[in-house]
């Protein structure tokens, strides 16, 4: 099993502000995906990552992907309150393969 | 876009009854599909993987007789909890992926309470 590790595990912030999260493993991934889930909601897919050293952006969201395919990291810039959630990491090699996610960061924005 | 219906949303239900949970593919179908559990303020947990007309994959730790699984279509799979206790009471996700997807897609979950 591929255990991805998830800091922090959980962040309080007043809006406006920036964040960093981190997902690290010691494998090596394919790619790599972002989801966020809402307070009873199931994940939504945000991002894929695949090639390393990449960075994708999403309006106020950058995610990269470490130059060795270990780790990832999302980077939110002035943080809104609707982008509180769990923010979720897991690896992604394609077909129809399970997904197993990371720890998890909960992220909750204050107005 | 591709949607994964679950039903219901939220079940009470009594200890030792047993409770079904179905997820749906609404627009797509799904060969494979996939059960997670969830505890507060915690990541999913994967539990088992639905297959199309064969037997479930139980992750290492889950009890299959306890958490039954049918997946007789394309688009149905169902995750029975048997004989439900309180410790059972857990927030319970399906996903299936879109041909179309380069990823999963999430139905909203069910809350279930065993009381």
């Known amino acids: 099993t591929q255990l991805l590790e998830q800091s922090p595990q959980f962040l309080s912030i007043q809006e406006g502000e920036n964040l960093t999260v981190y997902c690290n493993s010691s494998?090596?991934?394919?790619?790599l995906q972002w989801y966020r889930q809402e307070p009873g909601e199931g994940p939504v897919l945000l991002v894929t990552?695949?090639?390393?050293?990449e960075v994708k952006k999403l309006k106020r969201l950058t995610f990269q992907f470490g130059d060795a395919r270990k780790d990832s990291s999302l980077h939110i810039t002035a943080a809104q309150t609707g982008d509180t959630g769990l923010y979720l990491c897991?690896?992604?090699?394609?077909?129809?393969?399970?997904?197993?996610f990371g720890t998890g960061t909960k992220l909750q924005v204050i107005p | 876009g591709a949607v994964v219906s679950q039903h219901p949303s939220r079940v009470i239900c009594k200890s030792g009854t047993s409770v079904k949970i179905e997820c749906r593919s609404l627009d797509f179908q799904a060969t494979t599909m996939f059960w997670y559990r969830q505890f507060p303020k915690k990541s999913l947990m994967l539990m088992a993987t639905?297959?199309?007309?064969?037997?479930?994959?139980?992750e290492q730790g889950v009890e299959k007789d306890k958490f039954l699984i049918n997946h007789a279509s394309l688009t149905l799979s169902t995750l029975t909890v048997t004989s439900a206790h309180p410790e059972d009471s857990s927030f319970y996700i399906c996903?299936?992926?879109?041909?179309?997807?380069?990823?999963?897609?999430f139905g909203s979950g069910t809350r279930l309470t065993v009381v």
């Open positions: 897991a690896p992604y090699s394609g077909g129809y393969q399970k997904v197993t």
């Open positions: 996903s299936a992926r879109p041909r179309e997807v380069w990823g999963y897609t």
């Open positions: 639905s297959n199309e007309g064969s037997k479930a994959t139980y």
């Open positions: 990552v695949v090639t390393g050293g």
């Open positions: 494998s090596v991934f394919s790619s």
